[in-house]
Each structure stands twice: as C-alpha cells, then as structure tokens.
Antibody
Framework: QITLKESGPTLVRPTQTLTLTCTFSGFSLSTSGEGVGWIRQPPGKALDWLGLIYWDDDKRYSPSLKSRLTITKDTSKNQVVLSMTNMNPVDTATYYC????????????WGQGALVTVSS | QSVLTQPPSVSGAPGQRVTISCTGSSSNIGARYDVHWYQQLPGTAPKLLIYGNSNRPSGVPDRFSGSKSGTSASLAISGLQAEDEADYYCQSYDNSLSSSVFGGGTKLTVL
C-alpha cells in the first residue's frame, strides 16, 4: 500500500525559503519508472502543478516557478524534498506530494497535504 | 488562466447524468497526451478518478466514465448521488510548456 505524507513549517515569512519533506512508503524511488510530484492549492483555488522527480533523478518544474524551485530525493530515507525560495503571501497554499504511476503517468496516490501560510 | 479550460460549475439532480468538459489545444490534449481526472471532496486531498482518458482505478464506480476527442476530454457521471458533490480537475501534459498542467476545476453541485 502506497502512502505519502508532507511535513514542514506551517508559517513562513516573506522572502524566506520554504522546505517541505514528503515521506513515503509502499514504493522505492530507486525503482525504474517511479516518480513523486508536488502540487499546491491556494485556498479556494485550483490545483497548481509544481514539479516532479523521477527515479533516475530527472526533474521537471513548472516553467513559471522553475527559478524558485528545487526538488531532491533521498532514496535511503524514502523522502522527497521541495524547496521554494523567496516566498510571498501569494504562495500561501496547501502543498501536496503525490506518487506518479509508472504505467499511466497519473498521480494515483496523494498525501494529505500541508497548509503553508506566508505572512510577516 | 489555466491551459486546460473547465466550466466553473455544473449541477444536476440525483439520478441524472452530468458531463464536465476539459478543453485544451494542439500542444496538450490535441497532441495525444493522456488526460487524467481527479475528484476532490470538501476538505480532502484529490483522488484519482480516471486515468489514461477513460480508465477507472480499482474501487471507482462505473458511474464515472471518461472520453477524449480532438483537443477536448470529458468526464461523465451518471446516476448522480449526493456524495458526488465535489470539485473535479482534469490534468494532461503540455509540450509547449514541457510541463504537466491542471484544468481550473469544476464544482459539481447535486441539487
């Protein structure tokens, strides 16, 4: 059974860097085809795709946020880390990590989400 | 402004059938990239509803179906039930952005 859970700060000051950790179980990011994605959702708004990291360390980022995002993985700890620099109040959102199905490419398992508020 | 366009809201009475459209372009749905659909119940994380345009994961009722044609995709829900009231999102890949993209979401209200 695949599970994922996001962890990190609930409050971030403007201009600071956000670091969120996705801890997962039920699959290994060292297995060919596996991937973990990050998605965010501002309150009352739509889902916003942030990026993805694959088993081979290939990374894809949203073009609009690429300059601010870094996604890394620690295969031994079954963790994926999202870093977003220069946080702004408009970045206030629930941040989700999700498992990418190697067969369909869909996000078939999601974490519960972590609400991050950006405020001074 | 989402790359994939969905109606903001749809509604239907219990037992009825509703459809939710997801309109893209030649750089995403029209480029033959798969469309996936997610259901987000109030206060919860999204859940995969349809993958690969028309496939249901195990446990998803056959009242939910997906289709794709040209630059658009559709999610159909038949035999509407009160528990179907949720937000629905389509997702695909866009080769001009080199990125996955979501639709703006559709709120389904069961009257």
């Amino acid at each position: 059974q695949i599970t994922l859970k996001e962890s990190g700060p609930t409050l971030v000051r403007p201009t600071q860097t956000l670091t969120l950790t996705c801890t997962f179980s039920g699959f290994s990011l060292s297995t060919s085809g596996e991937g973990v994605g990050w998605i965010r959702q501002p309150p009352g708004k739509a889902l916003d795709w942030l990026g993805l990291i694959y088993w081979d360390d290939d990374k894809r980022y949203s073009p609009s946020l690429k300059s601010r995002l870094t996604i890394t993985k620690d295969t031994s700890k079954n963790q994926v880390v999202l870093s977003m620099t220069n946080m702004n109040p408009v970045d206030t959102a629930t941040y989700y990590c999700a498992h990418r199905s190697s067969s369909s490419g869909a996000l078939d398992y999601w974490g519960q989400g972590a609400l991050v508020t950006v405020s001074s | 402004q989402s790359v994939l366009t969905q109606p903001p809201s749809v509604s239907g009475a219990p037992g009825q059938r509703v459809t939710i459209s997801c309109t893209g372009s030649s750089s995403n749905i029209g480029a033959r990239y798969d469309v996936h659909w997610y259901q987000q119940l109030p206060g919860t994380a999204p859940k995969l509803l349809i993958y690969g345009n028309s496939n249901r994961p195990s446990g998803v009722p056959d009242r939910f179906s997906g289709s794709k044609s040209g630059t658009s995709a559709s999610l159909a829900i038949s035999g509407l039930q009160a528990e179907d009231e949720a937000d629905y999102y389509c997702q695909s890949y866009d080769n001009s952005l080199s990125s996955s993209v979501f639709g703006g979401g559709t709120k389904l209200t069961v009257l």
